[in-house]
């Protein structure tokens, strides 16, 4: 048996398999709480029940309180909501869901607030905050325990391609010598099924999949466990299975409108003292313009705030469109700006414009997508989706120009654009957040 790496929780959100006649130890019904059931059942206890025991005791009149059974009710819708979308969000690649918990926990709960005061319906003021602290504690203390005794655990089939699965870190993988399971808990079956593999395998993966244990291609898994998808022919990823979702391509254009619309109306008067620094710091306007690549591969015209000296990519050239680190050009302002992405603000009228997106692979310059078009296959296929503020590579990667570093990100769009779906959104929109407040990837 190989692990590599430490314990995280599980990129694809499976239960363990345990065989016939193996003994349940500790490690086994401690790893059962990590099901969103026993995790709720638990928040329930913990969160909403427990305070309102403490408040009431056994007094029947208490519980039955219209303000006290509102309470318990959102509280419990709150908790459930938030569990699900940590549930679809640890679907995802490199997902913890302890980093995410205390951020939707706490979106859930002003939601259910939000609704509580618009339909004015009465609840308990010190209760409800008390369920939110507490199914807090319950649900980190349940994570924490079933990533301790059940990080993700596949038993690989030997043949084909799956030696390429040890250098993903943080699995663990049992190397099968024979067409048997071990007899430990494990995640799934995985297998390269492109392989001609001998009789006996392909009874042990067909009799796997009758039982009801995960089968996995070795290139499926590879992609879910690190948010890339490699594209050597175009036999393996047609244009049609790469196409996103038509139905919320239109929501998310409706939603980044919506969104744009407000956020232009309420920042105004912090763009426009941005504006007027950038002005002070140096010469030059306080807008930047350029025209980049974008959705369908048509050219538009982005805006953002001038971080670089007036003229420094006047000249429009491959070279001119790269920034190198520590590039000499960025102004003083332009480094904070840059670190802290204010500089992309302005584009919330390209946004406005349906020209881009708040989420979506990061528009290149009309210079450098003619060159990665000529060195990198497939690479006009980023630009079925509109470009965006932020994206999965950005999060993941930052920035890079040098061509092999933009096939590594070129891997990230597509997985993105695979994967297209609001919980990946939402996943990026979290993990901006923590960009902007570290400068991560920043130039």
């Not at 969000?89 to 869901?97: A, D, E």
């Not at 710091?281 to 980049?292: E, V, Y």
């Not at 190198?324 to 700006?337: C, E, H, M, Q, V």
């Amino acid at each position: 048996m190989r692990r590599l790496g430490g314990d995280r929780d599980s990129s694809i959100g499976l239960a363990g398999w345990r065989p016939s006649g193996a003994v349940a130890g500790p490690e086994t019904w401690l790893g059962e709480f990590g099901r969103l059931r026993y995790q709720f059942i638990g928040a329930f206890i913990f969160a909403v029940l427990l305070p309102v025991f403490l408040r009431w005791g056994l007094d029947l009149n208490g519980w039955l309180l219209a303000q006290q059974i509102n309470t318990i009710v959102a509280s419990s819708f709150a908790i459930l909501a938030a569990l699900m979308v940590l549930r679809q969000l640890s679907s995802l690649p490199g997902v913890r869901q302890t980093y995410y918990l205390v951020p939707v926990l706490l979106i859930s709960f002003l939601v259910v607030l939000a609704v509580l005061l618009f339909a004015r319906i009465e609840y308990n003021r010190y209760l409800f905050p008390s369920s939110l602290v507490l199914s807090v504690i319950w649900i980190f203390f349940a994570q924490s325990v079933a990533r301790q005794y059940r990080p993700p655990h596949f038993a690989v089939v030997p043949g084909g391609a799956v030696e390429r699965l040890s250098a993903i870190e943080r699995v663990l993988w049992t190397d099968l010598h024979e067409p048997a399971l071990p007899n430990i808990p494990i995640s799934g079956v995985v297998a390269d099924l492109r392989e001609d593999l001998a009789a006996p395998w392909e009874r042990f993966i067909t009799q796997c999949a009758l039982s009801g244990i995960r089968v996995f291609h070795v290139k499926q898994l590879q992609e879910s466990l690190t948010g890339r998808v490699e594209i050597a022919h175009l036999s393996e990823n047609t244009l049609g299975s790469l196409n996103p979702d038509a139905n919320y391509l239109k929501v998310k254009q409706a939603a980044d409108w919506l969104l744009a619309f407000v956020l232009l109306t309420v920042s105004f008067p912090i763009l426009v003292g941005i504006g007027i620094a950038i002005r002070l710091d140096s010469k030059g306007p306080a807008l930047f313009r350029q025209t980049r690549i974008g959705f369908r591969g048509r050219p538009f015209e982005v805006v953002k705030f001038r971080t670089m000296r007036e003229n420094a990519r006047a000249d429009d050239t491959l070279e001119s469109a790269i920034t190198r680190d520590a590039d000499p050009r960025i102004t003083r302002l332009g480094k904070f700006l840059r670190r802290t992405r204010l500089d992309e603000l302005p584009q919330v009228v390209n946004v406005l414009k349906g020209e881009m997106s708040w989420i979506g692979p990061r528009p290149e310059a009309v210079p450098l997508s003619q060159w990665y078009e000529q060195e990198l296959p497939f690479y006009r296929y980023r630009h079925i989706v509109r470009p965006g503020i932020s994206g999965w590579a950005q999060v993941n990667q930052g920035h890079v120009t040098a061509v092999d570093q933009t096939l590594e990100k070129l891997h990230y769009d597509f997985y993105y654009i695979k994967n297209f779906s609001p919980w990946l959104d939402i996943l990026i929109l979290m993990r901006t957040v923590r960009t902007v407040l570290t400068g991560h990837g920043s130039r």
